[in-house]
Nanobody
Framework: QVQLAESGGDLVQAGGSLRLSCATS????????MGWFRQAPGKQRELVAH???????NYADSVKGRFTISRDNAKDILYLQMNSLKPEDTAVYYC????????????WGQGTQVTVSS
């Protein structure tokens, strides 16, 4: 059974930084493309960044240059470093394995709330 546990969300001012973590279990982390998704109130969940097993990264245009995704294959942990945060980054952030259509492959965890004040 795949389990995903996100942490690190907080209330920050615009321009601030946060580092999110995602602990995984029940999945062969090393062999999977992993991603960070977010869902803002009233909006659909969107993929903001993903990283291949070999470390190749890809970002949504809205976060490119500000967010950095990384992975620790020894610890099965996924990270998202978020800098220069904007109020529009406010959302619940989730991690998941990324499917071919860019959606999550597993049941969603509880997510972690990121709130950016202006």
């Amino acid at each position: 059974q795949v389990q995903l546990a996100e942490s690190g969300g907080d209330l920050v001012q615009a321009g601030g930084s946060l580092r999110l973590s995602c602990a995984t279990s029940g999945v062969i982390f090393l062999f999977n493309t992993m991603g960070w998704f977010r869902q803002a109130p009233g909006k659909q969940r969107e993929l903001v960044a993903h990283i291949s097993p070999g470390g190749k990264t890809n970002y949504a245009d809205s976060v490119k240059g500000r967010f950095t995704i990384s992975r620790d294959n020894a610890k099965d942990i996924l990270y998202l470093q978020m800098n220069s945060l904007k109020p529009e980054d406010t959302a619940v952030y989730y991690c998941n394995r990324v499917g071919s259509s860019g959606t999550g492959r597993d049941s969603w965890g509880q997510g972690t709330q990121v709130t950016v004040s202006s």
